[in-house]
Every structure is written in C-alpha cells, then in structure tokens.
C-alpha cells in the first residue's frame, strides 16, 4: 500500500508575536515548521505502512528551507521526500500550487493508493489545495476525515466529522483525504529516525524539470491577487468596573441581560 | 449574475443572499440562488430576501453532501447560467464543493470571507482572515470567470427584500455517479446552538479548573443563552470542539457576549468581536479583551459569573413566588 502525503511548510504561528506599537506580525526569528495538521497526516500514513507494507512519500512546494520540514518528515518515517521549488512558483495561489503539485505527481509517476492532506495550513488557511489537487487528479476526495475506519485492497473507509454529524463513507482506491488532527497523534522522531533523516536524499525539482510553463504558475498563474493586507483594529470604549465598583459593574450586566432576555420572550 | 449557492434552506442562505442582493444592485447584476438538495421544501422562503432567480436542482442523493454528484450538478449549472460571481457558505459543505468547482473551471477562490464588496467593474473585493488572524488581507479574481469565495456564516446580517416577481426553475437532473459511497449517518448532539444563542457566556482558562465550567451553564440556562470557549479551554478537553468560538471556530453575534476569564488572543476576537455588546471579566486589568469590551469587570472569572447566577435566581424566585 502506497501514501503519499502533502505538507506545506508554515511560519511558526503558534510563536506570532505581534509588535503592539505597530500592530503587525513579527516575523522576526521565527522558525518554519511542517503544518501541523500534515503531521497528523503523515502519522496516518506511516502507522498504516507499518501494518501494511508499502511506502510513504511526502510532496511539498515551497521555497529550499522546505528541506528541513521534509528532512522532518524521513526522520518521522516517510521514505520518500520530493520538493518541488523555483522562484517561478513564488506567490502560487491555491489553483496555481495545486496546479503544480498536479503536474509534479503526473511527471514522476508518483504511484499511490491514498493521498492524504491536511484539511487546511494554519497561515494561508484556505483549505482548498487539496481538493483543487484531488479534482485536478480526477481523485475521489473524502473531506474533514476525523478517523480512517478501514484500509482495504482496493478501498477506504473513514468517518467524517462535519456540522451535524459523524458519517461513514467508502471510497475507492486509489483516493484522497482531507485530514482532521484526530486521525492519528503525531509520534516524536527518535535518534535512529534523524539519523536515517540527516543522510537522506531529498529529491529536488524546478518548474523546468517537471515540464511547468512558468507562465502557468507563480503569481502571474494566479487567478487570484491580494491587493491589500492590513491589521485588524477594533477597539470599544470599555468601562471598566474595578475594586469597590465591580458590584455596581455586576449589576449593570444583570440589567443588561434581563433587557435582552425579557426582551426575547415578548 | 450573482449566484449563490447551497444544500439548504437556513441563516446562512438568507445572510448570503442579503448581501448578495447589495452587491448585485451595485453591480447592476442579476441575483440568483442554486439550491441542491433533495426537497424543495421551504423554498418561498428564499423570496423573501432578494433573489431575482431560484434554480432549484432537486435529487434523492442531494440527501447528504458528497462532491460527484454535487459537483458534476454545479459544473452544469454554472455552464449553462455563466454567473460572474458565485459564493457560497463556508460551511463543511461550501468548503468541498467550491474548491473543485473552482478547479474544474480553471479559476480563483478567497476562502472563508468575513467582507464582500464589489467595484463598478464587477469586480469582486474579496476580505478575509488569514494568518491566525493576525491580518486580513483583501484579493480579487481580475481576469478570470466566475469570481469565487466562501463566506463565513455568521458575519452578514439579514436583511428582507421582498420582490414578486421572483423566477422559479426548475433544472433536470440526470446520470448523477457517485465513486463513494454513504454507509452511515450518526446525527450530532444538538448541542450549543451557538450561532443563535442572543446571549453567551463564554470561558477561558481563566475559570481555573473543569469543574468551574459548570457555573457557566448555569448562567446560560438562566437567561436561556449557550456557552462559549477559548480554544485553551477546548485544548485542556473542558468542553468539546462545538463550543469554541474564534478562528478555528464559530463565528457568533449575539446581542450580549460574556467573556470569562479569556485573554483576548486575536484568535478568538475573529469569532467574537462584532457582537453587540461584548462583556469581559478578567483578573487582569491589561487584558487584550478590554480593549474590545464594552463593559469590562476586574475580577475573578468564577465568583463575577456566580454572583450573576444568584442575582438572576433571586429574581426568578421572586417574581415567580
Ligand atoms: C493572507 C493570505 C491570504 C490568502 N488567501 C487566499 C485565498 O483566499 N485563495 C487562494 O487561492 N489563495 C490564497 N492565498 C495563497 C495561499 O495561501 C497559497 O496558495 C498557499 O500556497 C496554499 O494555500 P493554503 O496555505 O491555504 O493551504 P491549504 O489549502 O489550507 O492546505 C491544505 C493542505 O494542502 C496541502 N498543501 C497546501 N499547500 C501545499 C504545498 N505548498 N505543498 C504541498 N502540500 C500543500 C497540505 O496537505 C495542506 O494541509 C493567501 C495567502 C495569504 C498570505
Ligand atoms: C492558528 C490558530 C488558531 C486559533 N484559533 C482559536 C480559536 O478559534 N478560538 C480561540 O479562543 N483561540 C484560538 N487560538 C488560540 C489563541 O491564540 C489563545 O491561545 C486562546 O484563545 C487562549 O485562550 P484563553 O484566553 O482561555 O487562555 P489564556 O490565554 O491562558 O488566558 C487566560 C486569561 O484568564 C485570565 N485569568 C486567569 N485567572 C483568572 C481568574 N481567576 N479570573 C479571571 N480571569 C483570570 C488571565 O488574565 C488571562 O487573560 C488559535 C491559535 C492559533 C495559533
């Protein structure tokens, strides 16, 4: 049985700082880290090759320090690591990153039985790439996969976590996932793992060797532009009820919410 | 065209279509809703909030949502109707089907906007959080056909716009394949009710301890509101993922906002922060969350919510006996 499972690497958002004169990110000494969410996905993927036989391959684009989240990923099990990068893909949205993938997957004849994603990045956070990759492979997706149920020959089933319920569904092989945490708990690296990591060969490629008209990519090969990024700045005149005017800031409240209340039930 | 669609009648069809409809008068576009469900039960309700159009794709397997038969549908629709713009809620189901849509049609897609504006030229002005919050950032889809986005639930308000005139068609449906397959269905516990709770009290980590948590329900049964989280409160398993409220998730509005012992990371002021009035209480007096409030008390988080416990009892108990 054969995974392959995308990572993106992010930003340590987990450590934003934000600066408070100014009002925006820090980006300062922060750290990139695999999406945590393809952590889970990749944990899937490496316990199930555990039980199963196989291989696990791990595909990212992104710029060269992507290396070390990939390097990351041998020494959490994966065998495979490609990345895609070139500065021809700089500023991809999610239909040019997908677009990308896509072709980098049908270049190498990456063969698998399930891909599996993150249901979304923690900096973009779109949650589109992949199900725009899965349709652009013609793949059956089964999106906000919180459990993988059973592995088959020839199918998948997985539970699905999504606003009113817990569904079952089965998919054929071979098929893509979009990944909730709770499909796996991420193990953490042993010694012999980043031993295995450090020497490991990461197989690189750029828009030229995978055959991706540069044009088609990048930020000219995105339908979408961000034409403004700004800082969220919401503030309330608050009164403030301290030390001996917090009862009469309790009572306010109570007043308040038997406005609301009463006012409801007329 | 305008369109917007969907796989049911709720609050998030009419907030879409309200904004929808300001958009399209700006624009001078035409507003039509795609409902792809299996009934057509309720559907004059649309008429009450602007569409010009109702194209109503009705079939058995529009039961629950898979992405074949639901994308291979909407690939017609939108073949046949060329809307300029389509949105979507971003729901489970809006956050599927729009990316493949997207993709099959070669076009751009801002997830999850919490803004929506359109230009003389049609174009869409598309805002959104990204980043952890910590920025929004505004896109627009220039050059290519439909301009596409998921909007968040829970941001627009709904505003009636009676029209008479408004089209109803209905689109045949056939050959709808489906490579998955249902196999089975476990409803969730109608829980927290958040989004339309008039009142919410919320806690942080700031309650100290699991069990404090309690008082909180207390509270909300009272003044028949639903309780809230911080996602550290979710993290520590205090309350399940249903409650929270923030980026990562829901999105509320209610008239009163309780903010109990919750910092006020950006994070959470996502889901929060256009409530009517926002009520914090912290041991901290340079909480971010005063900053946002209306009101904010300086105090321990569990004692301020019981004292409003006893105080709405003691009401309830007199005018009751
Ligand atoms: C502020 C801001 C807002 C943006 N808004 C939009 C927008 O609304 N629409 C849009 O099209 N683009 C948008 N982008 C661009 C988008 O973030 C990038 O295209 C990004 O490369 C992929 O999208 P994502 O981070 O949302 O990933 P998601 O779609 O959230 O990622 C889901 C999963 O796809 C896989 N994956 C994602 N990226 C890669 C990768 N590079 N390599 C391997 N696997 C990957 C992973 O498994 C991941 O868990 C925005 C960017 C910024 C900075
Ligand atoms: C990508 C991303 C997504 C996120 N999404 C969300 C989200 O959707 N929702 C969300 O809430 N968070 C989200 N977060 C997390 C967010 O950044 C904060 O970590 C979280 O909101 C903190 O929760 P808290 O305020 O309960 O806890 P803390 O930050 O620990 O704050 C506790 C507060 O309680 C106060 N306090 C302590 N003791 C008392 C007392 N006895 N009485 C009164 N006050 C007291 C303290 O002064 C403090 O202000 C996200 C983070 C990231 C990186």
């Not at chain 1, 034409?227 to 301290?242: E, G």
């Not at chain 2, 990316?99 to 906007?113: E, H, I, K, Q, V």
């Not at chain 2, 002021?269 to 041991?283: C, D, F, R």
Request: aromatic share 4%.
């Amino acid at each position: 049985m054969n995974f392959l499972v995308l990572v993106k690497q992010v930003p340590d958002t987990e450590k934003v700082k934000i600066d408070p004169i100014s009002g925006t990110m820090v980006r300062e000494g922060l750290d990139v880290t695999m999406n945590p969410l393809d952590s889970h996905a990749l944990e899937l993927a490496v316990s199930l090759k555990e039980k199963l036989n196989g291989s696990v391959t791990v595909l990212s684009m992104g710029p060269m320090n992507t290396i070390d989240v990939l390097r990351d990923a041998i020494a959490l099990g994966a065998d495979r690591a490609i990345l895609l990068s070139d500065s021809a893909l700089a500023g991809s949205d999610t239909w040019a990153t997908s677009l990308a993938l896509a072709k980098a997957i049908e270049k190498l004849n990456i063969a698998f039985d399930l891909m599996i994603c993150g249901e979304k990045s923690t900096d973009g956070e779109t949650g589109q790439v992949g199900i725009e990759l899965a349709t652009l492979l013609n793949l059956p997706v089964v999106t906000y996969v919180s459990e993988l149920i059973e592995l088959g020959s020839n199918f998948v089933l997985v539970k699905r976590s999504i606003e009113d319920a817990h569904e079952v569904w089965k998919a054929p092989l071979p098929a893509c996932l979009c990944v909730l945490k709770s499909v796996a708990e991420p193990r953490l690296p042993t010694l012999a793992g980043k031993k295995t990591a450090m020497d490991a060969k990461i197989e690189i490629y750029d828009t030229e060797s995978i055959g991706i008209n540069r044009e088609e990519v990048g930020l000219k090969g995105s339908p979408t532009r961000v034409v403004k990024v700004f800082n969220t700045k919401i503030a309330r005149n608050c009164r403030i009820y301290a030390d001996k005017d917090i009862l009469e800031g309790i009572e306010r409240v109570v007043g308040l919410i038997k406005a609301v209340r009463d006012g409801e039930a007329k | 065209m305008i369109l917007v669609l969907n796989n049911k009648i709720d609050r998030s069809s009419f907030e879409l279509l309200s904004k929808a409809r300001k958009l399209a008068d700006k624009a001078s576009m035409k507003l039509a809703f795609l409902l792809m469900s299996n009934s057509k039960k309720d559907v004059q309700q649309l008429a009450r909030f602007g569409p010009d159009m109702v194209i109503l794709a009705v079939h058995e397997k529009f039961n629950r949502f898979s992405l074949d038969p639901f994308l291979s549908t909407a690939k017609k629709i939108l073949a046949k109707y060329s809307p300029s713009i389509v949105l979507a809620p971003a729901t489970t189901f809006g956050r599927t089907l729009m990316p493949a849509l997207a993709a099959s049609f070669r076009t751009g897609l801002t997830a999850d906007c919490t803004e929506l504006d359109v230009d003389e030229k049609g174009n869409l002005l598309q805002t959104r959080p990204a980043i952890g919050g910590n920025v929004m950032a505004t896109i627009v889809t220039p050059t290519h056909r439909p301009q596409m986005a998921t909007v968040r639930p829970g941001v627009f308000e709904i505003v009636e716009h009676r029209k008479d005139d408004v089209q109803f068609i209905e689109e045949r449906i056939e050959d709808l394949s489906d490579r998955c397959q249902l196999i089975s269905v476990e409803p969730k516990q109608a829980g927290a009710r958040l989004e339309d709770a008039k009142i919410i009290v919320s806690v942080g980590k700031g309650l100290r301890k699991k069990e404090n948590v309690e008082v909180a329900f207390k509270l909300a049964s009272l003044v028949k509101g639903a309780v809230g989280a911080s996602r550290a409160v979710v993290d520590a398993r205090w309350l399940s993922h249903d409650h929270q409220v923030g980026l990562s998730g829901k999105t509320v509005k209610p008239r009163i906002y309780i903010a109990a012992g919750i910092s006020g990371a950006v994070q959470h002021l996502a889901g929060m922060q256009t409530s009517e009035i926002i009520v914090a209480i912290n041991k901290d007096r340079y909480a971010p969350i005063f900053k946002v409030a209306d009101i904010g008390i300086v105090a321990d988080a569990y004692w301020v919510l019981s004292e409003l416990v006893q105080r709405l009892e003691r009401e309830s108990d007199e005018s009751g006996g």
